[in-house]
T-cell receptor, first 113, second 117 residues
Framework: KAGVTQTPRYLIKTRGQQVTLSCSPI?????VSWYQQTPGQGLQFLFE???????NKGNFPGRFSGRQFSNSRSEMNVSTLELGDSALYLC????????????FGEGSRLTVL | KQEVTQIPAALSVPEGENLVLNCSFT??????LQWFRQDPGKGLTSLLL?????REQTSGRLNASLDKSSGRSTLYIAASQPGDSATYLC????????????????FGQGTILTVHP
């Protein structure tokens, strides 16, 4: 059974650009969450999607957005990139929203120059 | 606001030792608690999930306990091996006033474990 798949694994962008990250959950999982991991702040919750609807949102600016498709795949977008957006972005999936065990992907490492 | 603290921040032990990692949280109104390990440059691997109604969970050489009233969880690793070297993270799901989950996980900063041969 395939795990959570995130693409791309690594990317480099410059300030002001935008980026889109993709996440394919474990087959049958309908909830997808996104987290940002940095050395200084640790792991912080971005948002959660279930059945194509955003169910929860963390304390990030509006430059961070996401969506979920009918096949449960999810994308997150960061617009007008800043140096501080450099981080490992982790996607996690679970069977149910808000309650089940979370399974994480390998992450997308974003470097903003 | 939920805060999760993990002690110690780093731990180095010889192979074969039994060890305990600690996790404390400030708000005892939790839905569940999950322990993860993270290898350098990798994602998180789920180790154990404890529901708020449970006291402990076991998987192989790992045993996690939960004392919700005191806001504490421990991860016990028996007979440690060099392959156990990783960062161990504790995360809790909070409960809102209506008794349902907030959904998000609040993570501790992790314990970096090194097991040397």
């Amino acid at each position: 059974k395939a795990g959570v798949t995130q693409t791309p694994r690594y990317l480099i962008k410059t300030r002001g650009q935008q980026v889109t990250l993709s996440c394919s959950p474990i087959s049958g999982h309908r909830s997808v969450s996104w987290y940002q991991q940095t050395p200084g702040q640790g792991l912080q919750f971005l948002f959660e999607y279930f059945s194509e609807t955003q169910r929860n949102k963390g304390n990030f600016p509006g430059r961070f957005s996401g969506r979920q498709f009918s096949n449960s795949r999810s994308e997150m977008n960061v617009s007008t990139l800043e140096l501080g957006d450099s981080a490992l972005y982790l996607c996690a999936s679970s069977l149910r929203t808000g309650t089940g065990e979370l399974f994480f992907g390998e992450g997308s490492r974003l470097t903003v120059l | 606001k939920q805060e999760v603290t993990q002690i110690p921040a780093a731990l180095s032990v010889p192979e074969g030792e039994n060890l305990v990692l600690n996790c404390s949280f400030t708000d005892s109104a939790i839905y569940n608690l999950q322990w993860f390990r993270q290898d350098p440059g990798k994602g998180l691997t789920s180790l154990l999930l404890i529901q708020s109604s449970q006291r402990e969970q076991t998987s192989g050489r790992l045993n996690a306990s939960l004392d919700k009233s005191s806001g504490r969880s421990t991860l016990y690793i028996a007979a440690s091996q060099p392959g156990d070297s990783a960062t161990y993270l504790c995360a809790v799901r909070g409960l809102n006033a209506g008794g349902t989950s907030y959904g998000k996980l609040t993570f501790g900063q992790g314990t970096i474990l090194t097991v040397h041969p």
